[in-house]
T-cell receptor
Framework: SQQGEEDPQALSIQEGENATMNCSYK?????LQWYRQNSGRGLVHLIL?????REKHSGRLRVTLDTSKKSSSLLITASRAADTASYFC????????????FGQGTELSVKP | DAGITQSPRHKVTETGTPVTLRCHQT?????MYWYRQDPGHGLRLIHY???????DKGEVSDGYSVSRSKTEDFLLTLESATSSQTSVYFC?????????????FGPGTRLLVL
């Protein structure tokens, strides 16, 4: 089964609201990364959090990591219609040639 | 976007024909990856390369082969395409040795096997 599993699979919110997506994984990691994919496009890296970090911020993004629960969450604050996209978590197990294992993604829809 | 291009961007082919997809980068990154993306499966790694002529299998490598004769190009070949290989294929690059741990993705190739 997938190393990374995301929840929810789909999320629909109004502009201005916050969006929270969760990712769970099974084995120890070196780091966890979040990516965004607009429809029909390639993935774009958002943020990386290392296994010894608990929280990281980048603009309106806040990522947390709980290695004891093997889970991470991505919070997008004050969402905009332009945030509509699919969001994927990816785990780097370390010493694997930079290979990432992707979750199935959360499809976020932000309505104006 | 990082300097990654994929060609072709769209292809329709028939079952049993060989298909080669090309990924070209101008970032001089050491690692290159091929993924396929299908509904319900997210991205799955097909093959990856950690240097010229150095490649290894990923999660879903059956029916695919790769070659990397120079740093900038990574080719994915479907020796005899099947309908189950209809998918969107993404190439990605990274260079964790030099600190570029995140992956940069190309625009994708949509392949339809009839």
């Amino acid at each position: 089964s997938q190393q990374g599993e995301e929840d929810p699979q789909a999320l629909s919110i109004q502009e201005g609201e916050n969006a929270t997506m969760n990712c769970s994984y099974k084995t120890s990691i070196n780091n966890l990364q979040w990516y965004r994919q607009n429809s029909g496009r390639g993935l774009v890296h958002l943020i990386l959090i290392r296994s010894n970090e608990r929280e990281k911020h980048s603009g309106r993004l806040r990522v947390t990591l709980d290695t004891s629960k093997k889970s991470s969450s991505l919070l997008i604050t004050a969402s905009r219609a332009a945030d509509t996209a699919s969001y994927f978590c990816a785990t780097d197990l370390g010493n694997q040639g930079g290979k990432l294992i992707f979750g199935q993604g959360t499809e976020l829809s932000v309505k104006p | 976007d990082a300097g990654i291009t994929q060609s072709p961007r769209h292809k329709v082919t028939e079952t049993g024909t060989p298909v080669t997809l090309r990924c070209h980068q101008t970032e001089n990154h050491r690692y290159m990856y091929w993924y396929r993306q299908d509904p319900g499966h997210g991205l799955r790694l097909i093959h990856y390369s950690y240097g010229v002529k150095d490649t290894d299998k990923g999660e879903v490598s059956d029916g695919y082969s790769v070659s990397r004769s120079k740093t900038e190009d990574f080719l994915l070949t479907l020796e005899s395409a099947t309908s189950s290989q209809t998918s969107v294929y993404f190439c990605a690059i990274s260079d964790p040795v030099t600190g570029a741990e995140t992956q940069y993705f190309g625009p994708g190739t949509r392949l339809l096997v009839l």
